[in-house]
């Protein structure tokens, strides 16, 4: 019988590539992984992994093998989801992923519905970036998160993962200029090609999303601010320092003198819950208060 901790780490290796990586994110030692893959080999009866050297990469076997595990890691998801059902009452604790604007917008309204409802839950909520969310819920660090994509930067396909559509919010360009209320194209932008910019730091969705944007309207932001806070990039718009783009949720306390032209670019947000688990009664519960906490803009949108 083969085990399933160690399938997990077996597609963790497939996902990670080194068994370093999975050692550190799923705080193992390498030599820990390493015996227990091994042992995964001797109970499969096959090799499973080709070591060249120091490196090691899965065998046909071994990629067979963690397609067969994503299966069945789905439907002990299901069969846990389906046991906690039969339970009454909803209690312990809820481990919940949310990026900055969402943490600060949606979610503390979601929680108190949440509380007045199931108050055995105890809903435990991190500030996490949607790149590290896949990751963190596969390891279980967390139960369910927010993560989003933009229209110019879709989100890699992640496996293990399943996303429930929550919300899309416009895109709104920040400037001193006074400028239209609403872009209906992004060559609009062009009246900003030498004007210094404010993005995210690099590597981030929402720096992509600018640069994309900026590239479709023929030109290549000169990038002067790189921010991730939206309060403090209108703090630096308001300043003179550049022009940038929000999300709806980012405008907060808006700067006066800062002008808002609504662009033709969404960002979408979705709930992420490990595959088979979007029935469980607590993930369900939380997708629910969320829905009912958004912001009336954002459900007509």
Not at 69 to 74: D, G, K, N, Q
């Amino acid at each position: 019988m083969l085990d399933v901790r160690r399938l997990r780490l077996l597609r963790e290796l497939a996902l990670r590539g080194t068994i370093a990586a999975v050692a550190e994110a799923l705080s193992f030692t390498p030599s820990a992984v390493s015996q227990q893959l091994s042992a995964l080999e001797r109970e499969a009866g096959v090799p499973l992994l080709e070591r060249t050297g120091r490196r090691v990469r899965l065998t046909p076997a071994g990629r067979n093998l963690v397609r067969h595990t994503e299966a069945v890691l789905e439907r002990l998801e299901e069969a846990a989801a389906e046991l906690a059902g039969a339970r009454h009452g909803l209690a312990g604790p809820l481990r919940i992923g949310a990026f900055p604007t969402a943490a600060r917008a949606i979610v503390p309204a979601a929680l108190v519905a949440l509380a007045r409802r199931h108050p055995g839950l105890e809903p435990m909520v991190s500030e996490t970036d949607p790149a590290g969310v896949a990751h963190a819920l596969r390891a279980g660090e967390l139960d369910v998160a927010l993560v989003h994509e933009y229209d110019f930067v879709p989100a890699e396909p992640e496996p293990g993962l399943a996303l429930e559509p929550l919300c899309a919010e416009w895109m709104y360009l920040a400037s001193l200029d006074p400028a239209p209320a609403v872009a209906t194209e992004l060559a609009g932008l062009a009246r900003w090609r030498e004007a210094p910019w404010i993005t995210a730091t690099p590597g981030t969705l929402c720096e992509a999303m600018t640069v994309r944007a900026c590239q479709a309207a023929a030109f290549t932001p000169r990038v002067r601010h790189r921010v991730d806070g939206f309060d403090t990039v209108l703090a630096l718009v308001a300043a003179g320092q550049g022009v940038a783009v929000v999300p709806q949720l980012g405008l907060v306390d808006v700067p006066v003198g800062v002008s808002l032209t609504r662009l033709p670019v969404r960002r979408w947000t979705r709930i992420a819950s490990r595959g088979g688990a979007a029935g469980h009664p607590a993930v369900a519960a939380l997708a629910e208060a969320l829905r009912e906490a958004l912001p009336a803009e954002l459900r007509a949108v």
